[in-house]
């Protein structure tokens, strides 16, 4: 059954610190489903409308993401959503968009995929509870 993040505080395990961040910062926007784990940890939660990954930066206009974030955006027919820590913004992308300009990498013995920041587009939660 979803959680509706408004009701009270979504706190997220250590390993997630930067998700439990953006999960607070869209709190009565969207409803909390379920998370992606690996054997690292959480590395993405899904909710009504996104599947929602963090980064703590930017690395000269590219980010990266766990692939498996990706392809579950692709498969639930949502936008991934990332937040910055950095400049503490949202970005919005389409997982085909990503698909399509993206470098596949390996970060200890996780499929990351790098993508320009640019191909997503700022997004901005208003304070309040809004219409879900």
């Known amino acids: 059954m979803p959680i509706e993040i408004n009701d009270k505080d979504f706190v997220m ?3 997630g610190n930067l998700l439990n961040i953006a999960v ?3 709190k009565g926007h969207e409803i909390v489903e379920g998370e992606l784990i690996d054997e690292h940890g959480t590395f993405a939660i899904i909710t009504n409308r996104h599947v929602v990954v963090a980064k703590s930066y930017i690395y000269g206009n ?3 993401c766990h692939k498996r974030a990706v392809y579950s955006a692709l498969n639930q027919n949502k936008k ?3 937040y910055i820590l950095e400049s503490n913004k949202f970005y919005e992308f389409e997982p085909v968009e990503i698909l399509q300009n ?3 990498n390996m970060r200890g013995d ?3 995929l790098n993508f320009g920041i ?3 587009v700022p997004k901005i939660f208003k304070l309040g509870k809004q219409k879900i």
């Open 13 to 15: 395990p250590a390993s």
């Open 118 to 120: 640019r191909l997503g």
């Open 24 to 26: 607070n910062r869209i």
């Open 102 to 104: 993206s470098t596949e």
């Open 110 to 112: 996780v499929k990351m």
């Open 80 to 82: 991934l959503l990332m």
């Open 62 to 64: 590219i980010v990266s």
